[in-house]
């Protein structure tokens, strides 16, 4: 009899195993199903985020492009602002995607080239507090904001003459 009621038991905590594997299972395939939609949605939102920063990345280069060629910027401040906003795009990608810092993007930028960061600090330095302080964020935003002021102040004209790009 001892030996029944010990095999009984036994069974109702197998039925009990059985039924607690099964809804976990039903969890784990729900969980699957949403990581699946998850991994779709960051995906259109990486290909739109790449979209839309080659959009900016073409306006800029326009906007500088444009000024260089009604002599309005010329130079190393030229260099400096075709290398920024040519790399824009994979700057904001970089940061958005890997984690970079603006400073680690520029830095990667800045590679195959003559200019240094102590060139970009020093153009930095002489633009607007307003460029300043939305490159100095060193986030995406920030640095959109800072290159959509720096390429459109360029055709813009600025109160004071020592604020000019």
């Known amino acids: ?18 039924l607690k594997v099964q809804s976990l299972q039903k969890l784990v395939n729900s969980n699957k199903h949403l990581a699946k939609q998850n991994a779709s949605k960051a995906n259109s939102a990486f ?3 790449s979209t839309t920063a080659k959009s900016l990345q073409q306006i800029f280069i326009e906007r500088v492009e444009s000024a260089s060629s009604k002599g309005l910027i010329s130079g190393k401040k ?7 906003v040519s790399s824009s ?14 400073e680690e993007g520029l830095n990667i930028a800045l590679r195959d080239t003559e200019l240094s960061m102590e060139d970009i600090k020093s153009f930095m330095q002489e ?3 307003d460029v300043r302080i939305s ?31």
């Open 1 to 18: 009899m001892l030996a029944f009621s010990i095999i009984a038991v036994l069974v109702l905590i197998l039925i009990f195993f059985v």
């Open 135 to 165: 490159w100095v964020k060193n986030t995406a935003d920030g640095f959109i904001k800072a290159c959509d002021l720096m390429t459109s102040g360029l055709l813009a004209p600025r109160a004071s003459s020592s604020a000019s790009v």
């Open 47 to 49: 290909v739109n985020l």
């Open 127 to 129: 633009q607007p507090n």
């Open 78 to 84: 030229y260099d400096v602002l075709i290398l920024i």
């Open 89 to 102: 795009a994979k700057i904001i990608f970089d940061n958005c995607e890997k984690g970079h810092s603006i």
